[in-house]
Nanobody, 119 residues
């Protein structure tokens, strides 16, 4: 399993920016894929952005062009740069890691960090 520690959440006005960080307890090269999910009030958890060990990225349609996911292998850390934030981006954001063991996969989650966007 991978331990994940998130940071960088907070309160920001609409149109502002935040950067989330997620530090992993092991090398990113040993992790199949990582990503950011969010859970808005009264909603199910949803994928925001993902990044594979090979560096391929994918985004939810609602954040394309505003959010950027990246990784720093030397620091075992991934980031989510969030620009042009809107009130509907308010959510608890979770870091996720998927590791592969033979034919099985294991999901690891961070504790979550609150992002609140005021109008």
């Amino acid at each position: 399993q991978v331990q994940l520690v998130e940071s960088g959440g907070g309160l920001v006005q609409a149109g502002g920016s935040l950067r989330l960080s997620c530090a992993a307890s092991r090398s990113l090269f040993s992790i199949y894929a990582m990503g950011w999910y969010r859970q808005r009030p009264g909603k199910q958890r949803e994928l925001v952005a993902g990044i594979s060990s090979g560096g391929r990225t994918n985004y939810a349609d609602s954040v394309k062009g505003r959010f950027t996911i990246s990784s720093d292998n030397a620091k075992n850390t991934i980031y989510l740069q969030m620009n042009s934030l809107q009130p509907e981006d308010t959510a608890v954001y979770y870091c996720h890691a998927e590791t592969v063991y033979g034919s099985s996969t294991l999901d690891s989650w961070g504790q979550g960090t609150q992002v609140t966007v005021s109008s």
